[in-house]
Structure formats: C-alpha cells, structure tokens
C-alpha cells in the first residue's frame, strides 16, 4: 500500500516536472519575461538584468526537467525528493501571495501552454507539495526503471536534451508555439470576433500608423494577399545582425507588391536610429509591445501573412535567404504554410528523446533480469548438486552500552528459555558488554544462543588500563566478538590497521570475528558503497589465509541506517551483498565466497526481516536496537521460520 501510494506520488510529481520544465524549456524567452514579471511585482525588477533573467530561464527549466526525469526513472532518489520538497516548499506561498494579491494573472508554471488562474496553481502546488512529502519520506520506496550503474545515461541524456531544446528555441523559435500567433492562427478572424465584441486574445493588438496615428489594424488584416509584417518589440534592443537579409526581404517585397510594415513599440527616436543605420525605408507602426512579444520570440523577428492568417515565422538567425526570394511568394514554397505540424513536432521529440530512454530502459532492465537468473541458475544448480553446502545463516544482537547487569541477565535467560523451548532455523548469537559475559555464560546454553562481546583490545596484555583484551573475554566462556562496529570507528577512532590487529588476537584466541563494514550517508548519495566496503576489508581482513577468513561473519551495515529507522531496502541489500561477496570470490575464491556468512544490520525489525532474509545474498542480520526485548528479538529470528 505504501509502495503504492509513494509510486504514484512520484509519477505525478514527475509527470507535472516535466511537463513545466519542458514548456519553459521550448520558451526560454516566455519564461525569462515571466521571471521579470515576477521580479517587477516585487519591486525587483532593477536587481536582474535582462540576460540574467534568460540565464535564470534556462536554469529553472532545465532543473524542473531533470528533477522530474530524475524522479521518474527513481534516479538519485533521496535527493531527488528532497528537492522537490524545496522546491514545492518555496512556490506553495508564492503562489498563496500571488493568489491573494493578484499582481500577475498567469503564474506561468507551464508557460503558455496551460494558463492557470492564482488559486487553481495555489491548490494545485498543495497537492504537489503534500505528494512531494510522501515521495521524501520514503524514497527507496520508488521502483527504479534503471540500474544505478547505468543511470548516468539517463541524467547526462536529459541535461543535454534540455539544454538543446533551450538554445535552438533561443536560436530559432519556440519549437512548440502556445500563443495565439501561431502558424496557422486566422488574426483576421480573430481580431473580427474581438470587434464585435466577443472575448477574444486580440484586444491588445493594433497597428498604428506612426505619421498620424490612423488605426489601419483592419487594413493589415483585410489586405487580400501576402503582407510582411516586421515584428521589433524595442528597436533599441533589436539585434542587428542580420540587417542585410531583412533589407532583402523588403526589397523582395517590394519587387513582387507585398506590403511590408515595420511595427514596433519603440518611439521616433529609436526608429530614425534604425533607419540610419538601416537604410529601412519601409513603413514603421506603432503596436503594443507586450503584445510584439508575444506575436514573436524575435526581436526582430518576421511574419508573413496570407489573407489574414499567419502561414510563416522567422526568427532574425534564420530569415529567408537569397536562393528562397527568387521567386514570387506564389510559386515558391515560402508563400504556403510548412507542412511541419504539432503532430510531427511531437514525434521528433518522441524519437530524439522517448525512443532512446525507452530502448535504454527496456535493455537495462533485461540485463538485471538476466543477471538474476543466472545468479538464481547457479545457486539452485549448486544446491541440486550438493556441491556448496548452505552457509551459516545467524541472528546476532549488539546491546551496545545498553542493560545492567541484572536487566541483562534477565534478558539472557528469557532469550534461553524461549529458544530452548522453540528452536530456531538459525544461529542465533548474542554480543554484550564485557560485564554481563562471565554471568551469562553461566547459564546460556550456547548450542543455542552463542554469546559474544562487542569489542577486544588490540594489545595482548600489559598496561592499558581499562582495556580488555581478547584472551580474556576466550576466558569468561564467550565465543564470539563484534569488529568493527562504525560506533567503535567513528567515536573511538579504530583504524583499519588497529583492526587488523583486533582480528589477528580475537582469532588468535579463538574467537569467532563478526566483522562490520559499511558506508556513510555522503559515501552512498555519491555513489561510493562499493569502494568503501572494499577499502575496509582490504584493510582489515583480506590479509588472512583463506583458511582464517573461512571462520569471519561479515556484517554490512550502512551507517546511515544503523538507530534511524531507516532501513536499506532489500535491493539495495541485496545489491550489495551480491558485490562483497563478488569481491570475496576475487580475493579467496568462489567457494569461500559461497560459504562466507553475510549479515545485514541497520534497523532490522521483524517487520522487515522477512524480506531482507528472503535475498540471496542476505544470511542474516546484525541487530541492534530490536535485541533489547526478547519479543522483538524473537520476531527476527521467526524469519527464517
Ligand atoms: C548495529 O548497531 O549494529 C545496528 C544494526 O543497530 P540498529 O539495529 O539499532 O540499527
């Protein structure tokens, strides 16, 4: 049900992601007005200059894209999750300002594509919000769609399909065009209805003559035929590249009779400049410059009009070059609306960017299938042949510095009694502090419950007080010993040369060595587990004789795990459990690595040990806090029942 509900937060979390990060993404331009939008309402609007504001534009939709990608595929789970809950957790009251104080109609979360009124976006940010909540609490609840070792396809793939479709939307247009000023849009209609009173996107576009001001908006739009309309929101800001080809356009226009108006919200000054450094002598008029910057995401950008409807775009990189104005608009392809549709936009997208995630994933997918067989094959081969015999599985309690002596003796005999009474599928093992061990050995019955201590000295004997060395926990009747426990490596220090030589004494006296390996929070987010827990058992145990190490119990333990409540998932166990192991076979062997036993610990509980137990790879678990009642302990070691 959990499984469920976090699965299907996070495929909706996802879906909006990616949806508002691509929209932005096909409209760097749009987003970077909507951020100066924002900024002027706040009274910011100095603080960023406009190619920041751009800059910002492409950040935001690239982060929005990935995160929701990211999410999708269960990539970086954790952290994934945490951001979105930043993210959630800033916009839910913006967006709650916004709502109450209305300074900008549109809040611009998917661009132009889906217009949301304040409240709706308010409400809609609170289901996200409470989605990305869930998704934070229980990240490894999302099911992967693709191995961590093949992830990094999938992040660098859509960083820089984002990116692309940022710069060619900056370079040409926006590739997916959700204004009323599309290709195809019937601005004669349009602006008709709009006059006769009906609601309409119009009611902000006119054309006016700059010399006296006539409104020849109707004369533009009747005119029968081709007319060019030359779109520069601000002269002073227009890009003057490529001054030459939109002079050859004009000039082409007025070879073949098409009307070509210049229209702009800029004043006389600023068009007496361009006209200087033009030439231009076409017609200039004046339009809204709200409206010219949603007409086109050019400045200057060119339209061509036919009859009334708009059947061409150009931004001012990719205006019409001198082979495509041989012709009269008639003849030539340039006068009829490009075949290229919505429809087929979308299937490029499709195919540049679904297809090879989908064949990724689909090939990944098949690999850890196909791995797990044959790892599956190999066991069950092995069993069928008798020729491994099935490795020890153990449940071992670490009390720490837990119980007096009297609770502990307590525990030790209501353990015995219950065990003695109802004997367990397993081995069972109990390591406490050095004080309880002479007591409890008394009356522990160790075919039973084997008894351990939690640590030994790296000396032999002699002056270090306080110490207590590993002949004489051998002396109070113990078997076992706990090494390299990440309490003991982290607040006591212990190296991994000061554990070789607790290994080498522990066994030297005959005891049995569980030896803890593990990484940190940091260590996993960067990808690092398996590196650390090689390190450590290179450094501590891989100098041993193979016939030594056969008599080590390995415990993994991910530090982020141990006393949290968080447990790793038994994939994530079992994952890594497959590699100690792996690089075990590489040290001594595949046999020794089939009879070497592998514990987990971190936050086992009786509700989790079943299924991390059921693993392959998994013979056991080292426990903590749940070996300080004898119920909660018992409910472990049931999972191998
Ligand atoms: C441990 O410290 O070995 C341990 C696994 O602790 P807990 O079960 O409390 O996470």
């Known amino acids: 049900m959990k499984k469920t509900i976090v699965n299907l937060c996070r495929l909706v979390l996802a879906t909006v992601f990616i949806l508002s990060g691509f929209v932005k993404a096909v409209d760097p331009i749009g987003t970077q007005y909507k951020i100066e939008d924002y900024l002027q309402a706040m009274n910011l609007g100095a603080w960023l200059p406009d190619a920041g504001a751009l800059i910002l534009s492409v ?36 967006t709650l300002w916004l709502a109450l104080t209305n300074p900008i109609s549109d809040c611009g979360c998917f661009g132009d594509a889906v217009v949301l009124t304040n409240w709706q976006t308010f409400w809609k940010n609170v289901v996200l919000l409470a989605a990305a909540i869930v998704v934070m ?20 793939y859509s960083l820089i399909f984002t990116l692309v479709i940022s710069a060619w939307s900056l370079y040409d247009r926006p590739q997916f065009d959700f204004r009323p000023y599309h290709v195809g849009t019937d601005l004669r209609t349009g602006w008709m209805q709009m006059m006769e009173g009906q609601e309409s996107p119009y009611a902000d576009f006119f054309i006016e003559r700059m010399d006296n001001g006539e409104d020849i908006t109707e004369e533009v739009l009747n005119n029968e035929g081709y007319t060019f309309l030359l779109v520069a929101p601000y002269l002073e800001q227009a890009d003057d590249s490529q001054l030459d080809l939109i002079n050859q356009v004009y000039e082409y ?8 108006y210049g229209l702009t919200a800029s004043g006389e000054k600023a068009i007496n400049l361009w006209r200087d450094l033009t030439g231009a002598d076409y017609p200039f008029c004046q339009t809204d410059g709200t409206t010219l910057k949603t ?30 104005l041989e012709k009269p608009l008639e003849e030539s392809t340039l006068g009829k609306m490009p075949d290229d549709t919505v429809g087929k936009r979308i299937v490029r997208i499709l195919l540049w ?14 690999w850890a299938w196909t791995k797990w067989i044959r790892r599956h094959k190999k066991l069950i081969s092995y069993i069928n042949k008798k020729e491994v015999k099935m490795r020890k599985k153990i449940v071992a309690g670490n009390w720490k510095m837990n119980m007096n002596l009297q609770d502990g003796i307590a525990l030790a005999k209501e353990l015995n009694e219950t065990l003695k009474a109802e004997k367990p599928n397993c081995g069972v093992v109990i390591c406490t502090p050095f004080i309880h061990l002479a007591s409890i050995a008394q009356f522990l019955d ?57 290994v080498l004494l522990a066994q030297k006296n005959d005891l049995k060595v569980i030896f803890c390996i593990g990484e940190s929070l940091e260590e ?43 447990t790793a998932t038994a994939e994530q166990a079992e994952e890594i459990h497959a590699y100690i192991r792996s ?5 001594y062997g595949q046999a020794v690595a089939d009879d070497t036993t592998i514990l987990y610990g971190g936050s086992c509980k009786a509700s989790n040990a079943p299924e991390l137990f059921a693993k392959p790879d998994i013979d056991g678990g080292l426990i903590g806090g749940a070996s300080l009642k004898a119920a909660d302990f018992k409910g472990i070691i049931d999972a191998f029942k």
């Open 59 to 94: 950040v935001i939709s690239a982060t929005e894209f990935c995160i929701g990608i990211f999410l999708l595929f269960a990539i970086r789970r954790r952290l994934c999750s945490h951001l979105a809950v930043i993210i959630m957790a800033l916009m839910t009251p913006l």
């Open 137 to 156: 609490k229980w990240p490894t609840k999302m099911v992967r769609f693709v191995s961590e070792s093949n992830q990094w396809i999938v992040v660098n």
């Open 253 to 260: 226009a007025q070879e073949y009779d098409y009307p070509f």
């Open 295 to 324: 007409v086109i995401r050019s400045n200057p950008g060119l339209i061509l009009l036919k009859d009334g409807v708009v059947i061409q775009k150009w931004s001012h990189n990719l205006l019409p070059n001198e082979q495509e």
């Open 353 to 366: 960017f679904v297809l090879p995630l989908m064949l990724l994933t689909i090939a990944d997918r098949l």
């Open 446 to 502: 160790q075919n039973i419950i084997g008894l351990g201590a939690e640590n030994c000295a790296d000396k032999e004997k002699g002056a270090f007080t306080g110490e207590v060395s590993a002949e004489m926990v051998k002396s109070t009747g113990a078997q076992y010993v706990i090494l390299g426990h990440s309490e003991r490596r982290e607040y006591y220090k212990e190296t991994p040369e000061i554990l070789k030589e607790k």
């Open 524 to 566: 996993r987010e960067a990808g690092k587990q398996n590196e650390v827990v090689k390190a450590e058992l290179e450094g501590s145990v891989f100098n041993l004789s193979e016939e030594d190490f056969r008599k080590i119990v390995i415990a993994y333990e991910p530090i982020w795990a141990i006393g949290t409540g968080k």
């Open 583 to 587: 690089i075990i076979a590489e040290k």
